[in-house]
């Protein structure tokens, strides 16, 4: 492989990292107008794919003092530092539970490389973690799309504090608008898990948590300034007293932006955008066995785009979640769960009319029982699904009912989970998923899982002007292996997966049944494709000690196949390579950081017809402590001034200069 053999080729007291040889497909996006984004279907369908070029090697040295040579033996799956044994996550099982004890695939961002994400968004970051590529249609605020593993966007179940995120509309959650600012954690589950949440989750879950408040009460301000005249203002504060909890943050993001769309029918002007966010999180602990919380997140997004030659084309962009939950512990090995919440996602664009609506309302009651080594679970759950958008203006739901089973012992690790949901229209559908890790030595551990899992058509695609309502739900069967090492500060590993997904959905334009529509375009949802998404990740971190200070020293490279089994095509919009390398240096106050990423070659288009040339970017970042409680931050991105594309005719920024100071007491 040229990429294996390049690496090999730098030099040990060097880092010259290959900006990577490229490859990669392309996917269809549906859009109400010609400006619109492409992702997956944004309302009418208007094409906006993209590709990457064929691995090309495109080197981007850094002056860095070690060499990241040293992470090709040592890869593993964290974010920008080695994950503690003692670390806990949710997301596998939906209940809290030792990171050293989770056979699935996970990934975990916390604070503080949020903290140093400057001013992307969060696809930005996500993009940086193992077995994740994103596409946008120009800079933060325009419709982006998430690939876990190569699946498409609507294919990843998205939950913030527990509340399910998606559209009725386009199918996934909107990624744009779910504003990075409010965010305190996130945890990626790579992998199907419909087993343990039911529709949707084909490639795999990201859990999202703002803020929870604890200890003193502790105010916080932040102001940034950047490059495309973009400024950034958020405060907040947090503590606990008396049995409360609370948690408050407030954010207020603008952009004149640049030019997104590059071709002479689109209007030259930039595209810029503004963010209004909050988010509120208030817990009260009744007694030491039971806990109320009650939270709610708000962002209203304005953003241009350009669909025509002249006008002022804006996405206006709304969320809205709120949820209540009660946890109660009423032994020493039996607790429950109960919550319930509300999801309201609303795109409108303007001068040219278009308006679709998606409420989710969802229910849950779990049950965990705890008997030494054994766990057993069992879930209810419900959800409501509405979609307005003229002239739909309709409901389904799904009641679900789980079952789950783990046993922790003498370096052996099961999980079982079988999942029975009724959906209102599709009728019954089951799931089952077994994950079984044996640990041979302290260090190493391998891991072997297979699941199924199923998606409903979106109430877009069966009752729009394009929708079919015979479409059947698009179901997968994942096979993975896994090896890991982990050892203090060290540690890697190596995930192959093959995640095969029949009666997938795609746009058929103007063929067979299809050829007559009464849309704008000629065409219709079918279930005419089926797609495997396989390949190998390798993640590794290791921290190199130098006479300065330790170098945390961290990266992933993913190979994979996301191809169409009918046409043996790429799928668009993602790449068959791309790797992250990074490193983190504290020397005195000040920590350094480098990230690169490095993609292949994808198409715009399902059918290879439209390349788009593999990139390498180089992004940097510094902060320290400058009083006693200010921090300062500067971040560069897109250092060498990188022109790409990940989706067609759409631009992406250049070098950006961000500079942030922030006020928290200590």
């Given at each position: 492989m040229g990429f294996l053999n390049a690496l090999a080729r730098i030099p040990?007291?060097?880092?010259?990292?290959?900006?990577?040889?490229?490859?990669?497909?392309?996917?269809?996006s549906l859009r109400p107008s010609t400006g619109g984004e492409a992702s997956e279907g944004n309302g009418l369908p208007i094409f906006a794919m993209k590709t990457l070029n064929s691995w090309r090697l495109c080197a981007v040295p850094l002056a860095v003092s070690a060499s990241l040579t040293v992470m090709v033996p040592a890869m593993a799956q964290t974010s920008d530092k080695s994950v503690s044994l003692k670390e806990t996550t949710i997301t596998a099982t939906r209940s809290e539970q030792p990171l050293s004890d989770v056979v699935a695939d996970?990934?975990?961002?916390?604070?503080?490389?949020?903290?140093?994400?400057?001013?992307g968004g969060l696809s930005d970051v996500l993009s940086r973690l193992p077995g994740i590529e994103m596409a946008r249609n120009g800079g933060p605020g325009n419709n982006t799309s998430v690939f876990l593993r190569g699946a498409e966007n609507r294919f990843t179940a998205v939950f913030i504090d527990g509340i399910r995120v998606d559209s009725q509309s386009t199918g996934g959650a909107p990624w744009e608008v779910i504003p990075l600012s409010q965010i305190d954690r996130v945890e990626v589950l790579r992998g199907p898990a419909a087993a343990v949440y039911g529709s949707d989750a084909l490639g795999g879950v990201i859990q999202i948590f703002t803020k929870k408040g604890e200890g003193a009460f502790s105010p916080v301000i932040g102001i940034g300034v950047g490059r495309y005249g973009t400024h950034k203002v958020d405060a907040g504060f947090s503590g606990s007293q008396a049995g409360f909890d609370y948690a408050l943050g407030l954010a207020d993001e603008k952009s004149t932006g640049f030019n997104a769309r590059t071709i002479a029918s689109a209007n030259p002007d930039n595209d810029g955008y503004r963010s209004k966010s909050a988010s509120a999180r208030l817990g009260f602990q009744i007694n030491p066995d039971h806990r109320i919380e009650a939270t709610g997140l708000y962002n209203d997004l304005n953003s241009q785009y350009d669909s025509s030659k002249t006008l002022d084309d804006r996405n206006l962009n709304k969320l809205q979640n709120l949820g209540l939950q009660w946890s109660a512990k009423w032994s020493d090995v039996y607790t429950t769960r109960l919550s319930v919440n509300e999801s309201t996602s609303r795109y409108e664009t303007t001068p040219s009319p278009y308006l679709t609506q998606t409420k989710l309302r969802g229910a849950l009651f779990q049950n965990d029982l705890r008997l030494?080594?054994?766990?057993?679970?069992?879930?209810?759950?419900?959800?409501?699904?509405?979609?307005?958008?003229?002239p739909i203006g309709k409901d389904r739901s799904q009641n679900g009912v789980a079952l789950g089973y783990g046993f922790v012992q003498s370096g052996h690790t099961l999980?079982?989970?079988?999942?029975?949901?009724?959906?209102?229209?599709?009728?019954?559908?089951?799931?089952?998923?077994?994950a079984y890790a044996y640990a041979f030595t302290p260090q190493w551990r391998a891991t072997a899982s297979a699941g199924t899992a199923f998606r409903v058509p979106t109430l877009y695609q069966r009752f729009s002007q394009y929708g079919v309502a015979s479409l059947k739900p698009e179901s997968?069967?994942?096979?993975?292996l896994g090896l890991r090492y982990a050892e203090g500060s060290t540690s890697a590993s190596v995930v192959a997966y093959r995640n095969t997904v029949s009666n997938l959905i795609t746009f058929v334009n103007g063929a067979?049944?299809?050829?007559?529509?009464?849309?704008?375009?000629?065409?219709?949802?079918?279930?005419?494709?089926?797609?495997?998404?396989?390949?190998?990740?390798?993640?590794?971190?290791?921290?190199?000690?130098?006479?300065?200070?330790?170098?945390?020293l961290r990266g992933s490279l993913d190979v994979q196949d996301p191809r169409d089994l009918d046409t043996g095509k790429q799928l668009a919009r993602r790449a068959r390579q791309h790797a992250v390398l990074g490193a983190d240096w504290r020397v005195g106050t000040w920590l350094l950081g480098v990230d690169t990423l490095l993609s292949g070659k994808r198409y715009s288009s399902a059918g290879e017809t439209v390349p788009m040339g593999g990139y390498g970017l180089l992004n940097l970042n510094a902060s320290t402590r400058v009083a006693?409680?200010?921090?300062?931050?500067?971040?560069?991105d897109n250092a060498t001034g990188k022109v790409y594309e990940t989706a067609s005719t759409y631009a992406n920024p250049g070098r950006s200069l961000y500079v942030a100071a922030k006020w928290a007491p200590q």
């Amino acid at each position: 492989m040229g990429f294996l053999n390049a690496l090999a080729r730098i030099p040990a007291n060097k880092v010259m990292v290959p900006a990577l040889i490229c490859d990669q497909e392309q996917v269809l996006s549906l859009r109400p107008s010609t400006g619109g984004e492409a992702s997956e279907g944004n309302g009418l369908p208007i094409f906006a794919m993209k590709t990457l070029n064929s691995w090309r090697l495109c080197a981007v040295p850094l002056a860095v003092s070690a060499s990241l040579t040293v992470m090709v033996p040592a890869m593993a799956q964290t974010s920008d530092k080695s994950v503690s044994l003692k670390e806990t996550t949710i997301t596998a099982t939906r209940s809290e539970q030792p990171l050293s004890d989770v056979v699935a695939d996970v990934s975990i961002i916390d604070r503080a490389m949020l903290d140093r994400a400057g001013a992307g968004g969060l696809s930005d970051v996500l993009s940086r973690l193992p077995g994740i590529e994103m596409a946008r249609n120009g800079g933060p605020g325009n419709n982006t799309s998430v690939f876990l593993r190569g699946a498409e966007n609507r294919f990843t179940a998205v939950f913030i504090d527990g509340i399910r995120v998606d559209s009725q509309s386009t199918g996934g959650a909107p990624w744009e608008v779910i504003p990075l600012s409010q965010i305190d954690r996130v945890e990626v589950l790579r992998g199907p898990a419909a087993a343990v949440y039911g529709s949707d989750a084909l490639g795999g879950v990201i859990q999202i948590f703002t803020k929870k408040g604890e200890g003193a009460f502790s105010p916080v301000i932040g102001i940034g300034v950047g490059r495309y005249g973009t400024h950034k203002v958020d405060a907040g504060f947090s503590g606990s007293q008396a049995g409360f909890d609370y948690a408050l943050g407030l954010a207020d993001e603008k952009s004149t932006g640049f030019n997104a769309r590059t071709i002479a029918s689109a209007n030259p002007d930039n595209d810029g955008y503004r963010s209004k966010s909050a988010s509120a999180r208030l817990g009260f602990q009744i007694n030491p066995d039971h806990r109320i919380e009650a939270t709610g997140l708000y962002n209203d997004l304005n953003s241009q785009y350009d669909s025509s030659k002249t006008l002022d084309d804006r996405n206006l962009n709304k969320l809205q979640n709120l949820g209540l939950q009660w946890s109660a512990k009423w032994s020493d090995v039996y607790t429950t769960r109960l919550s319930v919440n509300e999801s309201t996602s609303r795109y409108e664009t303007t001068p040219s009319p278009y308006l679709t609506q998606t409420k989710l309302r969802g229910a849950l009651f779990q049950n965990d029982l705890r008997l030494g080594a054994h766990r057993l679970s069992a879930t209810l759950e419900q959800r409501v699904d509405r979609l307005d958008n003229a002239p739909i203006g309709k409901d389904r739901s799904q009641n679900g009912v789980a079952l789950g089973y783990g046993f922790v012992q003498s370096g052996h690790t099961l999980q079982l989970n079988v999942r029975r949901d009724q959906d209102s229209e599709f009728g019954g559908k089951s799931t089952g998923s077994a994950a079984y890790a044996y640990a041979f030595t302290p260090q190493w551990r391998a891991t072997a899982s297979a699941g199924t899992a199923f998606r409903v058509p979106t109430l877009y695609q069966r009752f729009s002007q394009y929708g079919v309502a015979s479409l059947k739900p698009e179901s997968s069967r994942n096979l993975e292996l896994g090896l890991r090492y982990a050892e203090g500060s060290t540690s890697a590993s190596v995930v192959a997966y093959r995640n095969t997904v029949s009666n997938l959905i795609t746009f058929v334009n103007g063929a067979g049944p299809c050829a007559a529509g009464t849309g704008s375009f000629p065409g219709c949802y079918s279930n005419t494709a089926r797609a495997e998404y396989s390949g190998v990740t390798l993640a590794g971190a290791y921290r190199l000690p130098t006479a300065l200070g330790p170098v945390d020293l961290r990266g992933s490279l993913d190979v994979q196949d996301p191809r169409d089994l009918d046409t043996g095509k790429q799928l668009a919009r993602r790449a068959r390579q791309h790797a992250v390398l990074g490193a983190d240096w504290r020397v005195g106050t000040w920590l350094l950081g480098v990230d690169t990423l490095l993609s292949g070659k994808r198409y715009s288009s399902a059918g290879e017809t439209v390349p788009m040339g593999g990139y390498g970017l180089l992004n940097l970042n510094a902060s320290t402590r400058v009083a006693k409680d200010w921090t300062l931050l500067a971040r560069l991105d897109n250092a060498t001034g990188k022109v790409y594309e990940t989706a067609s005719t759409y631009a992406n920024p250049g070098r950006s200069l961000y500079v942030a100071a922030k006020w928290a007491p200590q």
